[in-house]
């Protein structure tokens, strides 16, 4: 992760919100350090044999930050960044969001500090399944369920998944995001952009925002904003500008996303789509539009550009993508800030999906899982607008106090504190 300042960690941000709920809860010292401190940390060394016979090693990581609501949830990221400090700050998040939407799980993550974009698919693989081996005592249906995050995909899943099965037996439920063909459910792949799209409808309602028209400026167009910028349509919203880690496009009249969707696919990147202007990851925080969706990394509006950001609301589609400093500009501005962990949630709730399905050996088509999602979506932004409403707070101190809340008070029932 980056920051505009170098000293403070990521997992110390994300400790920002938690300790304002924290205060708010009352939580002493002790239950305070219990829920903040990760349960279990494992690094791993992963050796590889490269195409051209060299063994390179990978640093590798799985965080469970806290299990008291069920078994840890948590994607698997490649990454040149994604080092321990990044991990445990994921994982953390992980815990509150799956608070936050009511679905029976914990929070973790994991990682290995690699750029996928330069190996090939014959060293994923191994990477991969010595990374499985490695992590493998951590994990089970009811104890650790993995998936895809930030570099890795579907096929990633399914070599996890096979390398688990030759020690364990044909086991699909031990991750999620499988192919469907392997147990994966229909609208994982959507999953998380949909459930954007439902936060923001109802956030557009309850600010008295029209979202016909309404202009979207997405930073990331992978799966996670390519998803959000397609399905954003079906509520009339007008997709401005997008951008990849190449740069941006920009063209207030609309962006026709299908052909762009298309023309990614082709060119590898979203520069130089026909019609629009080229603009940079920066200019794109700053654009005047209704809506802006941050969806690629994080800590991309800090303290710097947070004073300029022009949109009404700000939909956080990334993980951790406001820093806390950048957070208190934008409230004090007017602008809404709609949390991470409410915003992003569609993909583990759709992974909820999937892990049930796979235990019980039964396929739900489209419609019930999204309107399953939308019903989980729509109920966890009500709570929290409710509670917006009743304290007068932020959505994200509303989201952390909820998700904090409860996991403080399933720690009391099982006799954690």
């Known amino acids: 992760m980056t920051s505009t300042n170098e000293n403070v960690s990521a997992f110390d941000e994300v400790n920002v919100f938690f300790d304002r709920a924290a205060d708010r809860l009352g939580l002493g010292d002790g239950r305070r350090e219990m829920l903040r401190t990760p349960w279990r940390e494992l690094q791993v060394s992963i050796p590889v044999r490269m195409d051209d016979g060299t063994i390179k090693v990978f640093a590798g990581y799985r965080i469970q930050h806290n299990g008291a609501r ?18 445990r700050a994921l994982s953390s998040l992980m815990t509150w969001k799956t608070a936050l939407v009511e679905i029976p799980f914990g929070g973790a993550k994991g990682g290995v500090q690699c750029d996928p974009t330069q190996l090939s698919e014959g060293e994923l693989n191994r990477l991969t399944r010595r990374f499985t081996a490695n992590i493998e005592h951590l994990l089970g249906v009811s104890r650790d369920i993995p998936a895809p995050d930030l570099g890795t995909n579907s096929q990633t899943m399914a070599w996890m998944m096979d390398a ?4 364990h037996g044909h086991t699909p439920a031990i991750v999620t995001g499988k192919p469907v063909e392997l147990g994966g459910s229909v609208g994982r792949d ?3 952009g949909r459930g954007v799209v439902y936060v923001t409808r109802e956030t557009a309602v309850d600010l008295g925002m029209d979202p016909t028209g309404a202009r979207v400026a997405i930073q990331g167009f992978g799966q996670v904003g390519s998803w959000t910028a397609r399905i954003a349509g079906e509520l009339g919203c007008m997709v401005t500008a997008v951008s990849d880690v190449q740069g941006g496009i920009h063209n207030d009249r609309g962006i026709d996303v299908e052909q762009l969707v298309k023309y990614q696919a082709e060119a590898g990147t979203v520069v130089g789509f026909p019609g629009t202007e080229r603009i940079t990851n920066e200019e794109l925080i700053e654009l005047d539009c209704e809506i802006l969706v941050p969806a690629a990394i994080d800590r991309v509006i800090h303290q710097d550009n947070a004073p300029r950001v022009k949109a009404m609301v700000v939909v956080e589609a990334a993980n951790h993508p406001v820093t806390p400093e950048a957070d208190d500009i934008l409230n004090d501005r007017g602008v809404k800030v709609i949390p991470d962990v409410l915003v992003n949630a569609g993909g583990v709730v759709v992974s909820y999906f999937e892990w049930t399905q796979n235990l019980y050996q039964h396929q739900w088509d489209m419609t019930r899982v999204n309107d399953e999602l939308n019903k989980i979506m729509t109920r966890a932004y009500r709570s929290v607008a409710d509670r917006v409403a009743r304290d007068k707070i932020t959505h994200r101190d509303a989201s952390f106090q909820i998700a904090v809340e409860r996991v403080a008070h399933v720690s009391r029932l099982r ?3």
């Open 415 to 417: 006799g954690f504190i």
């Open 70 to 87: 069920g078994p840890y949830k948590g994607g698997i990221r490649y990454h040149p960044e994604a080092n321990q400090d990044e991990i």
């Open 164 to 167: 688990y099965s030759q020690i």
């Open 190 to 192: 959507s999953a998380t």
